[in-house]
Nanobody, 115 residues
Framework: QVQLVESGGGLVQAGGSLRLSCAAS????????MGWYRQAPGKPRQLVAI??????TYADSVKGRFTISRDNAKNTVYLQMNSLKPEDTAVYYC??????????WGQGTQVTVSS
């Protein structure tokens, strides 16, 4: 399976921006979906955004503020997060859908937005 390594998390004030990156350990299919989920303390893991060769989907809570993109040459997916809010605070996980349908997860990166 693919190994995923996230980077780019940190502490930012409300209204600020962060860019998350997720690099895959090997060449990945551009057809398979790749995306970001997040998990806040005491809450279930939730979809943030996902991208494949045929679609891009965002959670309603981040539409218009977050942008997912993919550099297939670098096997990397990005999440540009603008106009951050305290409720965006969570651990952000990268996910890739393998050919057999199983997911690969990164280790997670903490995003903290102060008010």
């Amino acid at each position: 399976q693919v190994q995923l390594v996230e980077s780019g998390g940190g502490l930012v004030q409300a209204g600020g921006s962060l860019r998350l990156s997720c690099a895959a350990s090997k060449i990945i299919s551009t057809i398979n979906a790749m995306g970001w989920y997040r998990q806040a303390p005491g809450k279930p893991r939730q979809l943030v955004a996902i991208i494949s060769s045929i679609m891009t989907t965002y959670a309603d809570s981040v539409k218009g503020r977050f942008t997912i993109s993919r550099d297939n040459a670098k096997n990397t997916v990005y999440l540009q997060m603008n106009s951050l809010k305290p409720e965006d605070t969570a651990v952000y996980y990268c996910c890739y859908n393998n050919n057999d349908g199983s997911p690969s997860w990164g280790q997670g990166t903490q995003v903290t937005v102060s008010s």
